[in-house]
């Protein structure tokens, strides 16, 4: 009859572990803005538990959420979304990341919207790696033709005007 029990007592204790891990896991995990006001122009991010910036985006029409990071000089994809998304063949290029260096390739002229604001013409990496395939970089080929503003846990990213 012991046995049973503390069988029965240590499913319980999984199940309640398993919840509360789920829970963290989703609590944490990166929240990328999902509106913007693009009328406005601007568009502000909160900072997440990680301490980044993720907002939703695209590339030539193809989703995917951006991690802003303002020390990247290009946007920046994996292969697989650089092929998903129909990105030409670029020249061939070493990167230099936090994690070391890559063999990648550099691709112009691409569409970038990120949270509701676009960028035509820009430069675009590929042969990152990211933790989630639909997860990108954005850098400074496209941050340069916004103005942005961080203060507090807030980042604003704002249109510029020509």
């Known amino acids: 009859m012991g046995g049973a029990w503390h ?3 240590l499913l319980i204790w999984l199940a309640v572990l398993a919840v509360a891990y789920w829970g ?3 609590y ?4 990328a803005v999902t509106t913007a006001a693009p009328a406005s122009g601007q568009v502000d991010v909160p900072r997440s538990q990680d301490g ?3 907002l939703k985006g695209a590339i030539n029409g ?23 998304a129909g990105l ?7 990167f ?5 260096s890559a063999e990648g390739e550099l691709v112009s002229g691409q569409t970038v919207e990120a949270g509701g604001l676009t960028v035509s013409n820009i ?17 400074q080929s496209f941050l340069r033709h916004v103005e942005v503003v961080q203060s507090g846990d807030r980042l604003v990213l704002r249109q510029q005007r020509d």
């Open 88 to 94: 030409p063949k670029g020249y061939p290029l070493r």
């Open 62 to 84: 193809r989703p995917l959420i951006f991690m802003v990071d303002t020390g990247a000089s290009s946007v920046a994809v994996s292969a697989d979304f650089a092929r998903a």
């Open 123 to 139: 430069e675009v990496s590929v042969g990152i790696r990211m933790e989630q395939p639909d997860m990108a970089l954005l850098g």
């Open 7 to 9: 069988f029965r007592a």
């Open 96 to 100: 230099s990341t936090a994690n070391g």
């Open 52 to 54: 980044h910036y993720y």
């Open 28 to 31: 944490l995990a990166p929240k």
């Open 24 to 26: 963290f896991d989703r």
